[in-house]
C-alpha cells in the first residue's frame, strides 16, 4: 500500500463530502437500539443479562465488581500502577484548574448579582473494556466528576470471562463510587433509567461502539449526555520545517484505533508531503495493528493533502474541525491563532498526541464529527450545574422598575409588571 499525495484544491464533491461530512454510523443500529434500551427500562436485571449473554456470550455472575476493582487495584504490578497513578495526578492537576469559583458583585447602585456552581448528583461513566485493557478511558471519564465533587460516580465497563485488571485498577484508582460489569447498549440504558442493581444516574460520559453511541441518542432527554462520538480522528498541519516520520507517527498511531478512523496530514511543501508518505509506506508493516492501520489510512476520509498555501491548510482545518489537531510547524502558535475548532491541539514535534492520550493531563473524551465545531471535550464544567443569585435593595428596585415594567407591559404580562408596581409604591410611601 502506498499513501498517495492528494492536491487539496483538486478534491471532488465526494471526496470533500468524505471529510467534512463524518458520522458515527449509528443510523443503521439505531432500531436495534431501540429494542434494547426498551426491554431494559421495562425489565431491568433480566434484560440486562439477556443482552450480556447474547452480545457478550457471558453469563453475568455480580453485576457489581467494585471490590474486583479494589482488589485488582492492590494486585497490580508496582510499575503499571504507578503509571496509572501519575496519569491519574496529571489529569487531577489539569481538572482542578478548571474549577470555576462563587462571584457575587455589586453591579451598579443596589443590583447585587452573582453566580455559583455545584455538582451534578450522579453521574454514569463509559469504559470500554471487557477483556481489553483501557485505563486511560476509566482517567478521563472519572477523574473530572471526582474533581468536579460529584456525590456518587458510577462506572460500566462490558464484562468478560476474565475482566482487565489494569482497567479494574485504573477505575478504582480514578475514584469511582460503584462499578458495573456491563457494556453496550444495555448498560447506557440501565444508567439512564436504573436497573435493580444499577443506579440511575443524570448524566452518561465516555466513549464507546456505534451501539453504545446509538444507545447515548437514543435517551438524550431523559438523561443528558455528554455528545455523540464517533471514529478517532486527527489532523496535522506540517510546513517543511516538520519530520515528515513524526507526522506518520501521528496517523498510524490514531490510524490503529478503527478502520473507520479519519487521519489526515496537510502541507504547503509538496516535498514534505510526498516524505510523509514514504514514511508511512516504511513504518506501517513493523506496528503490530497493521491491518487496522492500513485499512484506517485507506478510508476515503484520511490522506495526504497538499495545499496551495498555509491559509488554505488552516481553512481545510477549521472545515473539518478534528477531534485532535497537531501542528508541527516553525509558527505553530501563529497557525493556532487562526484555528477556533479542533477538540485537543497538540503544538511542537515534541508533543504527540498520545500524550494527551494518556498523562499530559488533558482530556482525551473529545468531539468528534466536526462536533468542535460548537463543542469542547470533557471537563470539569461537564459536571457542574450554574446558578445564577441576585439581591435587589430598594434603590437598585427603583432604578430599574420602570424599565421591568415598560417591557412587561410590551409583552401583555400585566401580573409581572403589577409584583413591581406593588413593591415600588411601598418603596415610594416608605421614602416619603
Not at 461502539?209 to 455523540?228: C, M, P, Q, S, Y
Not at 508533543?351 to 482530556?363: I, L, M, R
Amino acid at each position: 500500500m502506498t499513501v498517495a499525495v492528494r492536491e487539496l484544491a483538486d478534491l471532488g464533491p465526494d471526496e470533500r463530502v468524505a471529510f467534512f461530512d463524518r458520522d458515527a454510523g449509528i443510523e443503521a443500529v439505531r432500531g436495534d437500539v431501540r429494542g434494547i434500551v426498551d426491554r431494559v427500562r421495562e425489565e431491568g436485571d433480566v434484560a440486562v443479562r439477556e443482552f450480556t449473554s447474547k452480545f457478550d456470550d457471558v453469563e453475568l455472575g455480580n453485576i457489581t465488581i467494585t471490590d474486583e476493582c479494589e482488589r485488582a487495584y492492590d494486585e497490580l504490578d508496582a510499575d503499571l500502577l504507578e503509571a496509572i497513578e501519575t496519569a491519574v495526578a496529571n489529569v487531577r492537576e489539569f481538572h482542578e484548574a478548571q474549577l470555576p469559583a462563587d462571584w457575587r458583585e455589586e453591579f451598579s447602585q443596589g443590583r447585587e448579582l452573582g453566580r455559583r456552581f455545584r455538582p451534578l448528583d450522579r453521574v454514569g461513566v463509559y469504559v470500554p473494556g471487557g477483556s481489553a485493557a483501557y485505563p486511560s478511558s476509566a482517567i478521563m471519564g472519572v477523574v473530572p466528576a471526582v474533581v468536579a465533587g460529584v456525590e456518587h460516580v458510577t462506572v460500566v465497563t462490558p464484562p468478560a470471562d476474565e475482566l482487565n485488571p489494569v482497567t479494574l485498577a485504573a477505575i478504582h484508582a480514578a475514584g469511582a463510587d460503584a462499578v458495573y460489569s456491563v457494556g453496550g447498549a444495555q448498560a447506557i440504558a440501565g444508567l439512564a433509567y436504573g436497573t435493580e442493581t444499577v443506579t440511575r444516574v443524570q448524566k452518561i460520559v465516555g466513549p464507546g461502539n456505534k451501539w453504545v453511541t446509538a444507545a447515548k441518542a437514543e435517551v438524550r432527554g431523559d438523561v443528558e449526555i455528554d455528545f455523540l462520538a464517533g471514529p478517532s480522528e486527527v489532523v496535522v498541519i506540517a510546513d517543511e520545517t516538520a519530520n515528515p516520520e513524526y507526522v506518520a507517527t501521528e496517523l498510524i498511531a490514531q490510524a490503529e484505533h478503527d478502520p473507520n478512523t479519519s487521519v489526515v496530514a496537510v502541507t504547503d511543501d509538496e516535498e514534505t508531503a510526498e516524505a510523509i508518505t514514504t514514511a508511512i509506506d516504511e513504518q506501517v508493516a513493523s506496528r503490530e495493528r497493521e491491518d487496522i492501520i492500513r485499512a484506517g489510512l485507506d478510508n476515503e476520509a484520511s490522506g495526504v493533502l497538499l495545499a496551495r498555501s498555509m491559509s488554505e491548510a488552516i481553512l481545510f482545518t477549521e472545515s473539518y474541525a478534528p477531534e485532535h489537531l497537531s501542528i508541527i510547524a516553525e509558527d505553530d502558535e501563529s497557525l493556532l491563532e487562526r484555528i477556533d475548532s479542533a477538540g485537543s491541539v497538540f503544538l511542537g514535534p515534541n508533543t504527540p498526541v498520545a500524550a494527551g492520550d494518556y498523562a499530559s493531563g488533558t482530556n482525551h473524551v473529545l468531539p468528534t464529527n466536526g462536533s468542535a465545531h460548537v463543542t469542547g471535550g470533557l471537563s470539569v464544567e461537564t459536571f457542574l450545574r450554574s446558578t445564577t443569585v441576585q439581591r435587589l435593595s430598594a434603590d437598585g428596585l427603583s432604578e430599574i422598575g420602570e424599565t421591568i415594567t415598560t417591557l412587561a407591559d410590551a409583552e401583555g404580562l400585566e401580573a409581572h409588571a403589577a409584583s413591581v408596581r406593588r413593591r415600588l409604591e411601598d418603596i415610594d410611601d416608605e421614602q416619603a
